[in-house]
Structures are given as C-alpha cells and as structure tokens.
C-alpha cells in the first residue's frame, strides 16, 4: 500500500510565478489535510478538504492561497503571485474515514515528504 | 484555543543515554489525541504514536515510551539507549476529537542530536 505521494519534491519559482503542489493520499484515504512548516518552525495547519468539498480553511491565507480535492486525482494547493515569504515546506497528510482501513489508525493523518518550495 | 509547548529547543545527548522529550499542551476539550511524530534529516514526518485523552496509560514500543499525564497536560517522550538514528527534530501534537475533523496542532518541535 502505497504511502502519501506528494509532487514535486522540490520547486522553485520566481516571484509574481504561481505554484501548483500536488498531494494523492493514501489508497481509500479521502480526507486531506495541508500543513506548512516556515523555515526552522512547527507545522501550521492550513486546510483540510474531503473529496469535492473544503471542510475548514481557517488556516489559509486569505489571499493567493486555494485549494481543491476533485472527485478524481490529486488534491492540488495552488500559490498565486508566489512571494519570498512563501517559501516553506508544504506537507499534505491524509487519513481515513473511520472504519473503512483496518491496517492504518483512524483518526490518526499519515504524512506525504512534502514539497519544499522556493521562491527566488 | 489549542496550543502546544516544547520547551526544549535542541537537546545533545552522547549515544546509549536515555533522553526525554517534554510536551505540554492546553486544551478546553475534554476528548482530544495526543501524536508523536519524527521527522529525520530527510525530512519527512513519520507518525510514531497516538494517544486519546481517556487513556492514560503509559506506552512502550521497544526503546520508545510516553508518559501521559492528565493532571499536568503533559505527554513527555523517553527514548531509552539512545542510537545515533534517533537524531532528528521531534513533534508533538494535538486534536479535538472532532469527527470528522482533527485537524493538528503542533508545537515547535525538539531537535535532537545524538552524538557517537
């Protein structure tokens, strides 16, 4: 059973550019959560999504940020118009609907590598 | 509001010390879960353990052990016989127990180095 897949594993971008994260969860995981860690920090939760829906973005920037989880593919944290402020590792974690994966807790998120973003 | 504190920034110990981890949390739920997470140089998170507010029960899995305690809010980490690999940055974390949503909060994380 295939782990949580995020892509790439490394960006850069310019500044004013838009960056596309890419975060597929766990097979028959359909929540999906976005952490980012700022340089040396804990991780801060940004948004937690289930398939079609955002359930709680109360982490999100509230400008540039956006997020979606289609019913098909992979979740994707779009950055519009990056600034140097934005550069971080961005860690998408999923976990399971309760009762439905025997081999993983639920209610516990099991994290992707995250995406290490930078803005030059 | 949630917040957790891991007042050890970086601790050094010498290899095959014991060390442990300190984690406070505050909290005005009465049911929430308690995480471990490691995460090594490579940078991924690497779940290691969760805890729910009505167990307090202590944990042992091989050289790891936590000890929860309620009446102090805290979740302290013990790494017995400490082994080079061990050296990575340590995070503890908490959620509601919100079905539907946990979302984690996490301190800010103990680096730990474990010298040869």
């Known amino acids: 059973n295939a782990g949580v897949m995020q892509n790439p594993r490394h960006l850069v971008r310019r500044r004013g550019q838009e960056a596309r994260l890419r975060c597929s969860p766990m097979?028959?995981?359909?929540?999906v959560y976005w952490y980012r860690q700022l340089p040396e920090e804990g991780l801060k939760f940004m948004v937690y999504?289930?398939?079609?829906?955002?359930?709680?973005e109360s982490g999100m920037p509230k400008e540039r940020f956006s997020a979606e989880f289609p019913k098909e593919g992979p979740s994707i944290l779009r950055i519009q118009q990056v600034v140097r402020g934005d550069s971080a590792a961005y860690f998408c974690?999923?976990?399971?609907?309760?009762?439905?994966?025997?081999?993983?807790?639920?209610?516990?998120?099991?994290f992707g590598p995250g995406t290490r973003l930078t803005v030059l | 509001a949630q917040k957790v504190t891991q007042a050890q920034t970086e601790i050094s110990v010498v290899e095959k010390e014991d060390v442990t981890l300190d984690c406070v949390y505050e909290?005005?739920?009465?049911?929430?879960?308690l995480f471990w997470y490691k995460q090594p140089p490579s940078g991924e998170l690497v779940f290691l353990i969760r805890?729910?507010?009505?167990?307090?029960q202590n944990e042992i899995s091989g050289r790891y052990s936590w000890n929860f305690q309620k009446s102090t809010s805290s979740f302290n980490f013990t790494i017995t016989a400490s082994q080079v690999v061990d050296s990575a940055v340590y995070f503890c974390a908490l959620s509601d127990f919100n079905f539907g949503n946990e979302k984690l909060t996490f301190g800010t994380g103990t680096r730990l180095t474990i010298i040869p």
């Open positions: 909290t005005r739920d009465t049911t929430y879960y």
């Open positions: 097979k028959g995981h359909s929540h």
């Open positions: 805890r729910n507010s009505f167990d307090e």
């Open positions: 999504l289930q398939k079609e829906n955002i359930i709680d």
């Open positions: 974690a999923s976990s399971p609907p309760p009762g439905t994966d025997t081999q993983h807790s639920t209610d516990t998120q099991y």
